[in-house]
């Protein structure tokens, strides 16, 4: 599974994030260890006050623990990733806090764990702590059988697309998905040479070239948001500026902002509406079905859990009633009968709790089974919408071109460059393989041997993502 870690502070504001309720459908507190208060707020408060009479300020070390999407996992494998991480960083017998969360039919953890050793009043260290996280969560991938993803196999494999806590919660302020943005923008970088075929691809993915406030490249979305080329590409300042020029030239973020305000936006609006109008129709009778599912799993583990309680607490008075009193009790002590009794209680409630468990995760896997379901036609249906507002984007970029006298651009395909590439991932050997060279036995090419033009560069881009080929107007 992958694990996420971050030291940080701010207790109060981390346990209400872990219990909030707008982004889960359900939250289980699952543990709480070396703490007075039995819940989560009041624990995290508690560790802080600790940590006041040293002078740690990032007293607490949060990590999410997320399993792949496709497997079913156990509370006993999150429980062993768990034991593994304290083990790696240290933190052994350190308090802690253990939530679940499920969103989107998919369930993950998220564990914390206070620094501070009360014995000594220090901090516990955490050098190399995201190295270390990335060993464990290897080692979880080998030993639960799970496809590793190529990113941590090797880092320089890792998915173009992901994306910071902050391009999350820019994409959220607009209704956008994070990793679509910066596909769009990867997938325009992957199919221009120049500046004028960039800014091309960029409008008919709804974002605008621009000049950014410290003098950079930047998009400007159809919303209003200003994403970074540079860091959305993952290219150099010096890369962009190679290919796109220097942005003196460009509009400023304001300008942009005007422009589609008042040239871009009266031709689409009433477009716009209505394809929003018709998504947000669909999707609000999903996302009904999505509450009224939600509501009955909560009402079901409920139900569960008060039947296993009352039954649990039956068992337990009558294992309690095997042990007789007075002179009878003492003569099973004298004689062992006792001690044998307290084998078998102790048997029959360890075999009761996995018991439990049991039907506990049958019952969760089934409700997620049913989640991932409805899940499935969430996100198809936001595909859909997505594409009907990408294909409006083109043809006001063709619009664009045609009042100049240019030739319009065909309608793009519905599977993108990089549906393609994900399809290429799930077979490994059909991804290009990058060149490797050793040091020692093979000569690296020299200088000349890499040149290459950029019509030779964008036929090579083409070959490999088996795009169209471009009109000539945007070839040049």
Same mark, same amino acid.
């Given at each position: 599974m992958i694990l996420k870690g971050s030291q940080r502070g701010g207790a109060k504001q981390l346990g209400l994030h872990l219990l909030k309720t707008e982004e889960n459908e359900h939250i289980e507190l699952h543990d709480i260890r070396g703490f007075i208060s039995d819940d989560v707020v009041g624990a995290l408060r508690e560790a802080e006050a600790i940590a006041r009479g040293?002078?740690?300020?990032?007293?607490?070390?949060?990590?999410?623990?997320?399993?792949?999407?496709?497997?079913?996992?156990?509370?006993?494998?999150?429980?062993?990733?768990?034991?593994?991480?304290?083990?790696?960083?240290?933190?052994?017998?350190?308090?802690?806090?253990?939530?679940?969360?499920?969103?989107?039919?998919?369930?993950?953890?998220?564990?914390?764990w206070s620094r501070i050793d009360a014995e000594t009043m220090t901090a516990r260290p955490l050098s190399f702590y995201?190295?270390?996280?990335?060993?464990?969560?290897?080692?979880?991938?080998?030993?639960?059988?799970?496809?590793?993803?190529?990113?941590?196999?090797?880092?320089?494999?890792?998915?173009?697309?992901?994306?910071?806590?902050?391009?999350?919660?820019?994409?959220?302020?607009?209704?956008?998905?994070?990793?679509?943005?910066?596909?769009?923008?990867?997938?325009?970088?992957?199919?221009?040479?120049?500046r004028q075929t960039f800014s091309h691809a960029l409008e008919e993915r709804g974002l605008y070239l621009a000049r950014g406030d410290r003098r950079s490249h930047v998009a400007v979305t159809f919303e209003g948001e200003v994403i970074s080329i540079a860091r959305a590409?993952?290219?150099?300042?010096?890369?962009?500026?190679?290919?796109?020029?220097?942005?003196?030239?460009l509009r400023s973020i304001e300008d942009a902002r005007k422009r589609i305000a008042e040239d871009i936006l009266p031709r689409m609006k009433a477009h716009l509406d209505k394809a929003r109008a018709d998504a947000k129709q669909e999707l609000n009778a999903l996302n009904a079905r999505r509450e009224a599912m939600a509501r009955?799993? !909560? /009402?079901?583990?409920? *139900?569960?859990? =008060? @039947?296993?309680?009352? &039954?649990?607490?039956?068992?337990?008075?009558?294992? !309690? /009633?095997?042990?007789? *009193?007075?002179? =009878? @009790?003492?003569?099973? &002590?004298?004689?062992g009968k006792r001690r044998e009794l307290e084998k078998q209680n102790e048997l029959e409630a360890l075999w009761a709790l996995q018991r439990d468990r049991d039907q506990r995760q049958m019952m969760l896997n089934a409700q997620l089974r049913e989640?991932?379901?409805?899940?499935?036609?969430?996100?198809?249906?936001r595909t859909r919408h997505a594409q009907a507002l990408r294909e409006l984007h083109v043809d006001t970029a063709n619009y664009r071109l045609m009042q100049r006298g240019q030739e319009p651009k065909p309608q793009p395909t519905s599977k993108t460059a990089f549906d393609r590439l994900d399809a290429m991932r799930e077979q490994p050997e059909a991804m290009p393989q990058r060149p490797r060279f050793d040091r020692v036995n093979e000569k690296k090419p020299d200088a000349g041997s890499r040149r290459m033009s950029s019509d030779e560069r964008l036929k090579r881009l083409r070959e490999q993502q088996q795009m169209p080929p471009r009109g000539p107007e945007l070839d040049r």
């Open positions: 040293t002078k740690c300020r990032q007293f607490l070390f949060s990590v999410s623990l997320n399993p792949p999407e496709t497997q079913v996992v156990r509370v006993e494998t999150f429980e062993k990733a768990l034991q593994a991480i304290e083990k790696r960083h240290g933190l052994t017998g350190q308090p802690r806090v253990v939530v679940f969360h499920e969103k989107e039919g998919r369930r993950h953890a998220h564990a914390v995201k190295n270390k996280l990335r060993e464990v969560s290897r080692q979880l991938y080998l030993e639960n059988g799970w496809q590793m993803p190529r990113g941590l196999v090797d880092p320089k494999d890792r998915d173009p697309r992901n994306f910071s806590l902050a391009e999350w919660q820019q994409a959220k302020r607009i209704g956008r998905h994070a990793g679509e943005l910066k596909g769009l923008i990867q997938e325009a970088w992957a199919i221009s040479d120049s590409t993952g290219r150099k300042s010096k890369d962009v500026r190679a290919r796109l020029g220097k942005p003196d030239e009955a799993h !909560a /009402e079901e583990r409920a *139900k569960l859990n =008060a @039947g296993q309680k009352a &039954r649990f607490e039956a068992e337990a008075r009558m294992r !309690a /009633e095997r042990f007789r *009193k007075g002179m =009878a @009790g003492l003569w099973d &002590r004298l004689t989640r991932q379901d409805l899940q499935t036609e969430i996100k198809a249906t």
